[in-house]
Protein backbone atom coordinates (compact mmCIF):
# COMPACT_ATOMS: atom_id res chain seq x y z
CA UNK A 1 0.00 0.00 0.00
CA UNK A 2 1.05 3.50 -0.92
CA UNK A 3 0.99 6.20 1.49
CA UNK A 4 -0.30 9.47 0.64
CA UNK A 5 2.51 11.50 -1.32
CA UNK A 6 2.42 14.80 -2.91
CA UNK A 7 4.40 15.95 -6.21
CA UNK A 8 6.91 13.09 -7.30
CA UNK A 9 8.95 15.15 -9.78
CA UNK A 10 11.48 11.87 -9.61
CA UNK A 11 8.65 9.75 -11.52
CA UNK A 12 9.28 12.74 -14.51
CA UNK A 13 13.16 12.36 -14.36
CA UNK A 14 13.38 8.96 -14.17
CA UNK A 15 10.74 8.44 -17.07
CA UNK A 16 13.13 11.09 -19.05
CA UNK A 17 16.31 8.73 -18.04
CA UNK A 18 14.26 5.09 -19.08
CA UNK A 19 13.40 7.08 -22.65
CA UNK A 20 16.66 8.36 -23.21
CA UNK A 21 18.50 5.03 -22.30
CA UNK A 22 16.08 3.03 -25.13
CA UNK A 23 16.75 5.96 -27.64
CA UNK A 24 20.30 5.58 -27.41
CA UNK A 25 20.36 1.88 -27.66
CA UNK A 26 18.21 1.95 -31.03
CA UNK A 27 20.46 5.03 -31.97
CA UNK A 28 23.42 2.49 -31.00
CA UNK A 29 21.65 -0.69 -32.70
CA UNK A 30 21.23 1.79 -35.56
CA UNK A 31 24.55 2.21 -35.99
CA UNK A 32 25.71 -1.18 -35.84
CA UNK A 33 23.05 -1.96 -38.17
CA UNK A 34 24.87 0.53 -40.56
CA UNK A 35 28.52 -1.13 -40.11
CA UNK A 36 26.90 -4.25 -40.88
CA UNK A 37 25.73 -3.22 -44.21
CA UNK A 38 29.04 -0.93 -44.75
CA UNK A 39 30.71 -4.48 -44.87
CA UNK A 40 29.18 -5.52 -47.60
CA UNK A 41 28.99 -2.50 -49.79
CA UNK A 42 32.21 -1.71 -49.29
CA UNK A 43 34.86 -3.80 -49.72
CA UNK A 44 37.41 -4.02 -46.84
CA UNK A 45 35.23 -3.12 -44.35
CA UNK A 46 35.32 -5.47 -41.27
CA UNK A 47 32.50 -7.56 -40.31
CA UNK A 48 29.97 -6.46 -37.99
CA UNK A 49 27.35 -8.81 -36.28
CA UNK A 50 23.97 -7.70 -37.51
CA UNK A 51 22.28 -6.33 -34.06
CA UNK A 52 18.82 -8.68 -34.47
CA UNK A 53 17.01 -5.74 -31.87
CA UNK A 54 16.67 -3.15 -35.79
CA UNK A 55 14.07 -5.96 -36.17
CA UNK A 56 11.79 -3.64 -33.27
CA UNK A 57 11.50 -1.39 -36.46
CA UNK A 58 9.72 -4.10 -38.43
CA UNK A 59 6.20 -4.50 -36.43
CA UNK A 60 4.28 -5.79 -39.36
CA UNK A 61 7.11 -8.52 -39.64
CA UNK A 62 6.47 -9.51 -36.08
CA UNK A 63 2.63 -9.52 -36.17
CA UNK A 64 2.74 -11.82 -39.25
CA UNK A 65 5.57 -14.17 -37.89
CA UNK A 66 3.27 -14.42 -34.66
CA UNK A 67 0.18 -15.49 -36.51
CA UNK A 68 2.36 -17.84 -38.41
CA UNK A 69 3.68 -19.24 -35.05
CA UNK A 70 -0.06 -19.45 -33.82
CA UNK A 71 -1.30 -21.46 -36.52
CA UNK A 72 2.01 -24.00 -37.44
CA UNK A 73 3.88 -23.50 -34.25
CA UNK A 74 6.98 -22.52 -36.50
CA UNK A 75 9.43 -19.53 -35.55
CA UNK A 76 10.08 -17.88 -38.43
CA UNK A 77 13.73 -17.58 -38.63
CA UNK A 78 14.77 -14.81 -40.74
CA UNK A 79 13.70 -12.16 -38.40
CA UNK A 80 12.73 -13.53 -34.90
CA UNK A 81 13.63 -10.86 -33.26
CA UNK A 82 10.64 -9.05 -34.73
CA UNK A 83 8.07 -11.27 -33.49
CA UNK A 84 9.89 -11.49 -30.04
CA UNK A 85 9.89 -7.54 -29.39
CA UNK A 86 6.10 -7.93 -31.15
CA UNK A 87 4.71 -10.28 -28.27
CA UNK A 88 7.28 -8.50 -25.62
CA UNK A 89 5.52 -5.21 -26.49
CA UNK A 90 1.65 -6.63 -26.56
CA UNK A 91 2.69 -8.45 -23.25
CA UNK A 92 3.36 -4.89 -21.63
CA UNK A 93 0.13 -3.51 -22.83
CA UNK A 94 -2.21 -6.13 -22.16
CA UNK A 95 -0.71 -6.33 -18.13
CA UNK A 96 0.82 -3.01 -17.53
CA UNK A 97 -1.10 -0.36 -19.74
CA UNK A 98 0.35 1.16 -23.04
CA UNK A 99 3.62 1.58 -20.98
CA UNK A 100 5.43 0.68 -24.17
CA UNK A 101 4.52 4.20 -25.68
CA UNK A 102 5.09 5.75 -22.61
CA UNK A 103 8.64 4.31 -21.36
CA UNK A 104 10.10 2.37 -24.39
CA UNK A 105 9.42 3.48 -27.74
CA UNK A 106 12.20 5.94 -29.66
CA UNK A 107 9.42 7.31 -31.64
CA UNK A 108 7.29 8.41 -28.75
CA UNK A 109 10.34 9.86 -26.97
CA UNK A 110 11.35 11.54 -30.81
CA UNK A 111 7.82 13.09 -30.63
CA UNK A 112 8.17 13.88 -26.55
CA UNK A 113 11.21 16.28 -27.71
CA UNK A 114 9.74 17.74 -30.36
CA UNK A 115 6.57 19.00 -28.52
CA UNK A 116 8.88 19.98 -25.60
CA UNK A 117 11.44 22.33 -28.04
CA UNK A 118 7.76 23.15 -29.67
CA UNK A 119 6.55 24.42 -26.08
CA UNK A 120 9.68 26.73 -25.43
CA UNK A 121 9.87 27.82 -29.43
CA UNK A 122 6.35 29.00 -29.08
CA UNK A 123 5.65 29.63 -25.64
CA UNK A 124 3.04 26.61 -25.84
CA UNK A 125 1.63 23.23 -27.29
CA UNK A 126 -1.51 24.13 -29.74
CA UNK A 127 -4.26 21.95 -29.23
CA UNK A 128 -6.90 20.88 -32.11
CA UNK A 129 -10.00 21.28 -31.74
CA UNK A 130 -12.13 18.50 -30.57
CA UNK A 131 -14.51 18.52 -33.63
CA UNK A 132 -11.73 17.83 -35.67
CA UNK A 133 -9.55 16.09 -33.14
CA UNK A 134 -11.45 13.03 -33.15
CA UNK A 135 -12.20 12.08 -36.58
CA UNK A 136 -8.28 12.70 -36.80
CA UNK A 137 -7.42 9.77 -34.39
CA UNK A 138 -9.56 7.48 -36.36
CA UNK A 139 -7.15 7.66 -38.69
CA UNK A 140 -4.53 5.05 -36.64
CA UNK A 141 -7.23 2.75 -36.02
CA UNK A 142 -8.14 2.88 -39.69
CA UNK A 143 -4.85 1.84 -40.70
CA UNK A 144 -4.45 -0.75 -38.26
CA UNK A 145 -7.68 -1.88 -39.45
CA UNK A 146 -6.55 -2.50 -42.74
CA UNK A 147 -3.19 -4.60 -41.40
CA UNK A 148 -5.76 -6.33 -39.11
CA UNK A 149 -7.58 -7.85 -42.11
CA UNK A 150 -4.67 -7.92 -44.76
CA UNK A 151 -2.50 -10.09 -42.13
CA UNK A 152 -4.70 -11.39 -39.23
CA UNK A 153 -7.78 -12.62 -41.51
CA UNK A 154 -6.48 -12.94 -45.27
CA UNK A 155 -3.11 -13.99 -45.14
CA UNK A 156 -2.83 -17.70 -44.97
CA UNK A 157 0.60 -19.76 -43.29
CA UNK A 158 1.35 -20.52 -47.68
CA UNK A 159 0.78 -16.96 -48.46
CA UNK A 160 3.21 -15.90 -45.51
CA UNK A 161 5.86 -18.48 -46.71
CA UNK A 162 6.00 -17.69 -49.74
CA UNK A 163 6.67 -13.77 -48.59
CA UNK A 164 9.10 -14.93 -45.77
CA UNK A 165 11.84 -16.83 -48.70
CA UNK A 166 11.43 -13.40 -51.05
CA UNK A 167 14.95 -11.46 -51.23
CA UNK A 168 12.52 -8.51 -50.30
CA UNK A 169 11.61 -9.80 -46.64
CA UNK A 170 15.00 -11.31 -46.06
CA UNK A 171 16.45 -7.95 -46.14
CA UNK A 172 13.33 -5.69 -45.36
CA UNK A 173 15.44 -4.28 -42.18
CA UNK A 174 17.90 -2.94 -44.88
CA UNK A 175 15.18 -1.45 -47.24
CA UNK A 176 13.32 -0.09 -44.04
CA UNK A 177 17.22 1.77 -42.60
CA UNK A 178 17.07 2.86 -46.66
CA UNK A 179 14.13 4.49 -46.58
CA UNK A 180 15.44 7.26 -44.22
CA UNK A 181 18.88 7.49 -45.64
CA UNK A 182 18.09 7.27 -49.02
CA UNK A 183 14.94 9.54 -48.96
CA UNK A 184 12.89 10.18 -51.50
CA UNK A 185 11.74 13.90 -52.11
CA UNK A 186 8.26 12.67 -51.22
CA UNK A 187 9.36 11.29 -47.90
CA UNK A 188 11.38 14.41 -47.12
CA UNK A 189 8.61 16.45 -47.59
CA UNK A 190 6.29 14.25 -45.20
CA UNK A 191 8.68 13.67 -42.29
CA UNK A 192 9.34 17.42 -42.31
CA UNK A 193 5.61 18.28 -42.42
CA UNK A 194 5.52 15.61 -39.64
CA UNK A 195 8.76 17.27 -37.61
CA UNK A 196 6.90 20.80 -37.85
CA UNK A 197 3.34 19.09 -36.71
CA UNK A 198 5.14 17.34 -33.63
CA UNK A 199 6.48 20.87 -32.79
CA UNK A 200 3.07 22.44 -32.59
CA UNK A 201 0.94 19.10 -31.03
CA UNK A 202 1.78 16.97 -28.41
CA UNK A 203 2.68 13.99 -29.23
CA UNK A 204 0.92 14.06 -32.94
CA UNK A 205 2.33 11.44 -34.44
CA UNK A 206 1.41 8.76 -31.65
CA UNK A 207 -2.21 10.69 -31.00
CA UNK A 208 -3.22 10.53 -34.78
CA UNK A 209 -1.35 8.47 -36.93
CA UNK A 210 0.56 5.35 -35.30
CA UNK A 211 -1.29 2.05 -35.72
CA UNK A 212 1.06 -0.02 -33.58
CA UNK A 213 0.13 2.56 -31.04
CA UNK A 214 -3.46 2.18 -31.61
CA UNK A 215 -3.53 -1.83 -31.46
CA UNK A 216 -1.56 -1.07 -28.14
CA UNK A 217 -4.32 1.38 -27.11
CA UNK A 218 -7.05 -1.24 -27.60
CA UNK A 219 -4.78 -4.15 -25.81
CA UNK A 220 -4.70 -2.44 -23.07
CA UNK A 221 -8.17 -1.03 -22.26
CA UNK A 222 -7.80 -5.19 -20.65
CA UNK A 223 -5.12 -3.93 -18.42
CA UNK A 224 -5.60 -4.72 -14.68
CA UNK A 225 -3.95 -1.79 -13.85
CA UNK A 226 -5.71 1.31 -14.05
CA UNK A 227 -4.80 5.30 -13.18
CA UNK A 228 -7.37 5.90 -10.66
CA UNK A 229 -8.37 9.94 -9.50
CA UNK A 230 -9.42 9.62 -5.58
CA UNK A 231 -12.46 12.22 -5.27
CA UNK A 232 -12.13 12.68 -1.73
CA UNK A 233 -8.25 14.19 -2.01
CA UNK A 234 -8.84 16.01 -4.85
CA UNK A 235 -7.96 19.71 -4.53
CA UNK A 236 -9.20 20.57 -8.62
CA UNK A 237 -5.99 22.45 -9.11
CA UNK A 238 -5.89 20.54 -12.86
CA UNK A 239 -2.39 20.13 -12.68
CA UNK A 240 -2.81 16.54 -13.87
CA UNK A 241 -5.22 17.27 -16.63
CA UNK A 242 -2.75 20.00 -17.73
CA UNK A 243 0.37 18.24 -18.08
CA UNK A 244 -1.23 15.03 -19.45
CA UNK A 245 0.87 14.45 -22.98
CA UNK A 246 -2.13 12.39 -24.01
CA UNK A 247 -4.73 15.28 -23.55
CA UNK A 248 -6.68 13.20 -20.98
CA UNK A 249 -9.31 15.59 -18.79
CA UNK A 250 -7.68 13.60 -15.55
CA UNK A 251 -9.59 15.81 -13.18
CA UNK A 252 -12.66 14.40 -14.42
CA UNK A 253 -12.26 11.41 -14.48
CA UNK A 254 -12.30 8.58 -11.65
CA UNK A 255 -10.61 5.92 -13.48
CA UNK A 256 -8.84 6.27 -16.69
CA UNK A 257 -9.41 4.04 -19.35
CA UNK A 258 -8.90 6.08 -22.73
CA UNK A 259 -7.16 3.74 -25.15
CA UNK A 260 -4.76 7.32 -25.72
CA UNK A 261 -3.44 6.79 -21.76
CA UNK A 262 -0.09 5.75 -22.40
CA UNK A 263 0.92 5.43 -18.58
CA UNK A 264 3.66 7.94 -18.24
CA UNK A 265 2.68 8.75 -14.85
CA UNK A 266 2.65 12.55 -15.46
CA UNK A 267 -0.39 12.56 -13.79
CA UNK A 268 0.68 11.01 -11.10
CA UNK A 269 3.99 12.99 -10.78
CA UNK A 270 2.57 16.00 -10.72
CA UNK A 271 -0.58 15.47 -8.29
CA UNK A 272 -0.09 18.00 -5.45
CA UNK A 273 -2.66 15.90 -2.70
CA UNK A 274 -1.27 12.88 -3.99
CA UNK A 275 -5.30 11.57 -5.62
CA UNK A 276 -3.53 10.13 -8.71
CA UNK A 277 -2.70 6.23 -8.43
CA UNK A 278 -1.69 3.31 -9.91
CA UNK A 279 -4.01 0.45 -9.21
CA UNK A 280 -4.03 -3.26 -9.77
CA UNK A 281 -7.84 -4.75 -9.80
CA UNK A 282 -8.20 -7.63 -8.83
CA UNK A 283 -11.53 -9.84 -8.62
CA UNK A 284 -12.52 -8.54 -5.16
CA UNK A 285 -10.60 -5.29 -4.95
CA UNK A 286 -8.45 -2.48 -6.00
CA UNK A 287 -4.95 -2.37 -4.33
CA UNK A 288 -2.57 0.26 -4.50
CA UNK A 289 1.08 0.32 -6.76
CA UNK A 290 3.72 1.90 -5.97
CA UNK A 291 5.15 3.93 -9.35
CA UNK A 292 8.33 2.03 -8.92
CA UNK A 293 7.03 -1.08 -8.91
CA UNK A 294 5.07 -0.29 -12.02
CA UNK A 295 7.73 1.05 -13.95
CA UNK A 296 9.79 -1.73 -12.49
CA UNK A 297 7.24 -4.47 -13.64
CA UNK A 298 7.41 -2.80 -17.21
CA UNK A 299 10.76 -3.34 -17.80
CA UNK A 300 10.94 -6.96 -16.50
CA UNK A 301 8.21 -7.89 -18.33
CA UNK A 302 9.57 -6.39 -21.81
CA UNK A 303 13.36 -7.81 -20.89
CA UNK A 304 11.69 -10.39 -19.97
CA UNK A 305 10.30 -11.74 -23.18
CA UNK A 306 13.86 -10.91 -25.00
CA UNK A 307 15.44 -13.09 -22.47
CA UNK A 308 13.42 -15.86 -23.50
CA UNK A 309 13.89 -14.97 -27.20
CA UNK A 310 17.62 -15.29 -26.80
CA UNK A 311 17.72 -18.42 -24.65
CA UNK A 312 15.50 -20.47 -27.12
CA UNK A 313 17.82 -19.58 -29.62
CA UNK A 314 15.18 -17.11 -31.38
CA UNK A 315 16.45 -14.09 -31.59
CA UNK A 316 19.49 -14.17 -34.03
CA UNK A 317 18.76 -14.21 -37.70
CA UNK A 318 19.90 -17.33 -39.09
CA UNK A 319 20.08 -15.81 -42.68
CA UNK A 320 23.42 -17.31 -44.05
CA UNK A 321 26.23 -14.70 -44.72
CA UNK A 322 25.89 -15.97 -48.42
CA UNK A 323 22.73 -14.60 -48.66
CA UNK A 324 23.55 -10.95 -47.23
CA UNK A 325 26.21 -11.16 -49.40
CA UNK A 326 24.43 -12.16 -52.23
CA UNK A 327 21.82 -9.81 -51.86
CA UNK A 328 23.91 -6.39 -50.26
CA UNK A 329 26.90 -6.59 -52.57
CA UNK A 330 26.45 -4.27 -55.09
CA UNK A 331 27.16 -6.16 -58.19
CA UNK A 332 30.65 -5.70 -59.76
CA UNK A 333 32.49 -5.67 -56.13
CA UNK A 334 33.62 -7.85 -54.03
CA UNK A 335 32.41 -8.22 -50.39
CA UNK A 336 35.35 -8.30 -48.48
CA UNK A 337 36.51 -11.53 -45.84
CA UNK A 338 33.98 -13.53 -44.62
CA UNK A 339 33.38 -13.91 -41.04
S1 LIG B 1 -3.68 9.92 -17.78
FE1 LIG B 1 -1.76 10.10 -16.62
S2 LIG B 1 -0.64 8.22 -17.12
FE2 LIG B 1 -2.25 8.44 -18.68
S3 LIG B 1 -1.25 9.55 -20.33
FE3 LIG B 1 -2.23 11.09 -19.02
S4 LIG B 1 -0.62 11.74 -17.61
FE4 LIG B 1 0.07 9.79 -18.55
S1 LIG C 1 -6.15 14.83 -9.08
FE1 LIG C 1 -4.43 15.93 -8.15
S2 LIG C 1 -3.55 17.10 -9.85
FE2 LIG C 1 -5.58 16.42 -10.53
S3 LIG C 1 -6.93 18.12 -10.05
FE3 LIG C 1 -7.02 16.74 -8.29
S4 LIG C 1 -5.44 17.48 -6.90
FE4 LIG C 1 -5.03 18.46 -8.87
Not at 19 to 24: M, P
Not at 202 to 213: D, I, Q, S, T, V
Not at 217 to 230: A, C, E, F
Request: aromatic share 14%.
Amino acid sequence: MCMKESQKPYLRRLRYAVQLWFLLFCIYAGYRFFQFLLHFEKPGQPFVQRPPSVDGFLPIAGFMSLKYFLLTGIIEPIHPAAMILFVAILMTSLLLKKGFCGWICPVGTVSQYLWMAGRRLFGRNFVIKKEIDIPLRAIKYIIMAIFLILIGIAMTPNMMILFFITDYYKIVDVRTMRFFTEMSVTTAVVLSVLVLLSLLYRNFWCRYLCPYGALLGLVSILSPLKIRRRQTDCIHCRRCSDNCPSLIDVEKKTTISSPECCGCLTCVSYCPSGAVEVTLRTNRSRILVRPAYYIASLLIVFYLFVGIGKLTGHWQSKLPYAEYKRLLTPQGTDGSAGR
